[in-house]
């Protein structure tokens, strides 16, 4: 299977799924182009080593200032990058977020979608050439399951602003793929965890905290609902799915899980027990953290994803946790040592 001469785009490559995706392209030699927002303060955390080892190596990644509300610069930027691939990882991606601004994550994830199908539909009407489209679909548009476990043709029942911009962006794909006879793929990842994973989201705030807990940086870890049940695989694993997707001849969609189950309590307790702690001793539940409609268990089968790409999580839930927790220890131990000197300079304390 050749890559030579494949550029890809990709949207939201500053988050933690663009990064390892990203690597991905570039270690199989694909041209990477990526789009970010304008902002004030840097994001791109996650994907500065990639400069680094492109200095050391031919592998072109180039970043483009973008926006997913903005029709007109997706339409210029497909036109000048003439990507391959277009891989669709933008999002307002914060589930409880997505209830306190529901309109913007209604823009970007749901509309946003659709902007840059346009943009893609119109460049190939006039060029000729067939762009290959991933669209990052999530396991939140079961919501309220109405089978377990979820499969491609589970019926969808989101339950939040969030899973329902999905639902959109997945069904516009689908809409576009049987309308246009796009190359349009759909990934219904289930939830995927890494050491890059957003501090606001459970599983890191989880680590993160653990970790500075047991180097007395913190004194409690403050949750919602530790019963809720969620499929949990890594990051890094998924972003392989999602490239083998657009390696087929024919489009089509398919779930990426473990088809394993956890709740966020023994996520909890592997997290504190690899720190030799109790979790019942420092996580206490605020009311703040439930959601106005709760999702109580999601879990997936991959069976399609296994037998039509050959794909399969290599990363186990307890190797997934063991990743995060050390991770997260040595940014603690870091922490610990910057305020130390911090004391020691007679600086105040943040």
């Not at 602003?161 to 962006?169: I, Q, R």
């Amino acid at each position: 299977m050749t890559t030579k001469g494949k550029r890809a785009l990709v949207t939201g490559i500053t988050g933690q799924d663009g990064s390892y995706l990203a690597e991905l392209l570039l270690d199989k030699g694909y041209e990477v182009h990526g789009l970010v927002r304008r902002s004030s303060t840097f994001g791109t955390q996650r994907i500065e080593h990639l400069y680094r080892d492109i200095h050391e190596v031919e592998r072109p990644l180039v970043l483009h200032h973008g926006d997913m509300a903005d029709g007109n610069g997706l339409a210029r930027l497909i036109r000048e990058i003439k990507p391959t691939e277009v891989y669709n990882l933008a999002a307002q991606s914060h589930v409880r977020v997505s209830f306190d601004q529901p309109t913007y994550t209604a823009d970007v994830t749901a509309v946003g979608t659709l902007r840059l199908l346009e943009a893609i539909r119109d460049f190939q009407d006039a060029v000729g050439y067939q762009i290959r489209f991933y669209q990052a679909s999530s396991s939140e548009m079961y919501g309220k399951v109405v089978e377990t476990p979820q499969t491609e043709t589970t019926p969808f029942y989101p339950r939040s602003p969030y899973g329902v911009a999905k639902l959109y962006a997945h069904w516009i794909t689908v809409n576009y793929r049987e309308s246009y006879d796009l190359h349009a793929s759909c990934g219904i990842l289930f939830n995927h965890e890494s050491p890059r994973r957003g501090e606001t989201f459970v599983t890191r705030k989880i680590t993160r905290a653990a970790t500075r807990i047991k180097l007395g940086l913190q004194k409690k870890l403050y949750l919602g609902n530790l019963d809720a049940r969620r499929d949990w695989g890594f990051a890094g694993d998924y972003v392989e799915a999602m490239w083998l997707m657009l390696q087929q001849d024919e489009p089509d969609d398919y779930v990426v899980s473990t088809d394993e189950t956890h709740s966020v309590r023994e996520f909890c307790e592997l997290v504190f027990g690899r720190l030799d702690l109790d979790y019942r001793d420092f996580v206490e539940i605020d009311p703040r953290y439930f959601r106005p409609a709760e999702v109580d268990l999601l879990l997936g089968s991959s069976a399609k994803a296994r037998r039509g790409l050959g794909w399969a999580p290599r990363v186990s839930f307890p190797e997934l946790v063991a990743l995060m927790v050390d991770a997260d220890l040595e940014l603690a131990r870091r922490e610990q040592v910057l305020m130390a000197a911090g004391h020691e300079a007679g600086l105040p304390n943040r």
